[in-house]
């Protein structure tokens, strides 16, 4: 079910934690009446890390880019409900890049 623009408000810098529990300060659309993250938006992790692009009912869905918080890849392609799916690309921090399809992270 999608949500209709007046459904969200904009916040900043507004605190959250992802799917793996860490924490994080997003910018973007929220659901009015859930904040939860709807629409577009970027979450910004301590570490580094980031994810910035579409989101849906609080998982990253759409098309988007990542700094993986770990090691520092960088992807940027299409997601579904958190993982990489579909066409996009990985730059690992030693230059390789790698295109492709992904299916649910793989």
Same mark, same amino acid.
């Given at each position: 079910?999608?949500?209709?623009?007046? /459904?969200?408000?904009?916040?900043?810098?507004? &605190?959250? &934690? /992802?799917?793996?529990? +860490?924490?994080?300060?997003?910018?973007?659309?929220?659901? &009015? %009446?859930? !904040?939860?993250? *709807? @629409?577009? !938006?970027?979450?910004? %992790? +301590?570490? =580094? @890390?980031?994810?910035?692009?579409?989101? /849906?009912? !609080?998982?990253? *869905? =759409?098309?988007?880019?990542?700094?993986?918080?770990?090691?520092?890849?960088?992807?940027?392609?299409? $997601?579904? /409900?958190?993982?990489?799916?579909?066409? =996009?690309?990985?730059?690992?921090?030693? =230059?390789?890049?790698?295109? @492709?399809?992904?299916? $649910?992270?793989?």
């Amino acid at each position: 079910q999608s949500m209709n623009t007046s /459904d969200w408000i904009y916040v900043k810098e507004y &605190k959250i &934690k /992802d799917p793996t529990g +860490a924490d994080g300060k997003y910018t973007g659309n929220v659901g &009015k %009446f859930t !904040g939860i993250p *709807s @629409g577009h !938006g970027r979450l910004q %992790f +301590a570490n =580094g @890390g980031y994810y910035g692009g579409d989101w /849906d009912r !609080g998982l990253w *869905s =759409g098309y988007g880019r990542t700094r993986d918080k770990r090691n520092g890849d960088l992807y940027e392609g299409e $997601f579904l /409900d958190d993982c990489k799916h579909g066409k =996009g690309s990985t730059v690992f921090v030693d =230059g390789r890049t790698l295109h @492709g399809r992904y299916i $649910f992270g793989n």
